[in-house]
């Protein structure tokens, strides 16, 4: 299995909701990461999870809150979102986020986010 | 932090022609240099990657070329396709704590018939 599953594929939510993004793996992967892509731009790295531990945050503002329950889940919690928040949400896997060499990403097909 | 430049950022080139990506990148200590390929609405799809021990990687019509003390790389597609047409993103990646993957500006690459 080499799939990282995100769901829901596409949201549409309100400036006032508070609503989730699931991201799942079962590689074993040991590093789970949250893009953020606009259109026609590259992704856009917000956090990096390491053996379920936050180890990066590419100073995203806290109206997102990411949550890694286990090794195979990442979530993405959002709130009080603004309408340039709208975009391509992406998480990807790798074996793990540090050491020399952290090997392939695998992304997910995304989460398309519309705020209203 | 890491800085990665591609260029040019539209090609077309006609069908069973070559095309030819360029990317440079700005931090000595990156060691892992992946090219994704992203068709619109889609997720971004590794294509082939080089790791900074090997000077160039060939895959089928895809190769990469590595200069590491010129800090560049380049994506070679050869005998083009229509299916081949879509963005393209080179990246770099470091080591440390936490490796993180930096995105060039991408290239749109339009095959023509």
């Known amino acids: 299995d080499t799939e990282v599953t995100q769901t829901p594929k596409h949201l549409v939510m309100g400036m006032t909701n508070k609503k989730s993004l699931k991201c799942e793996q079962h590689?074993?992967?040991?590093?789970m990461y949250w893009y953020k892509q606009k259109a026609k731009k590259p992704p856009e790295l917000m956090f990096v999870?390491?053996?379920?531990?936050?180890?990066i945050n590419e100073s995203v503002p806290s109206r997102f809150s990411p949550e890694c329950p286990n090794s195979s889940l990442l979530n993405l919690h959002l709130h009080a979102l603004q309408p340039e928040d709208s975009a391509l949400y992406l998480c990807a896997s790798s074996q793990r986020a540090s050491g020399s060499f952290a090997g392939e990403l695998f992304f997910g097909e995304g989460s398309r986010l519309t705020v209203l | 932090g890491e800085n990665v430049e591609q260029h040019p950022s539209t090609l077309s080139v006609q069908e069973g022609d070559s095309a030819v990506i360029k990317c440079t990148y700005s931090?000595?200590?990156?060691?892992?240099f992946p090219w994704y390929k992203q068709e619109l609405g889609k997720r971004p799809q590794l294509i082939i990657d080089?790791?900074?021990?090997?000077g160039e990687k060939k895959d089928q019509r895809i190769a990469v070329t590595l200069n590491k003390t010129a800090k560049h790389f380049s994506l070679h597609i050869t005998e083009t396709q229509p299916e081949d047409s879509a963005v393209y993103f080179c990246?770099?990646?470091?080591?440390?704590?936490?490796?993180?993957?930096?995105f060039g500006t991408g290239t749109r690459l339009q095959v023509t018939l």
């Open positions: 990246a770099a990646m470091g080591t440390g704590t936490a490796s993180k993957l930096t």
């Open positions: 999870y390491s053996y379920e531990k936050l180890s």
């Open positions: 931090d000595s200590a990156s060691n892992y």
């Open positions: 590689m074993g992967h040991r590093a």
């Open positions: 080089i790791r900074s021990n090997v």
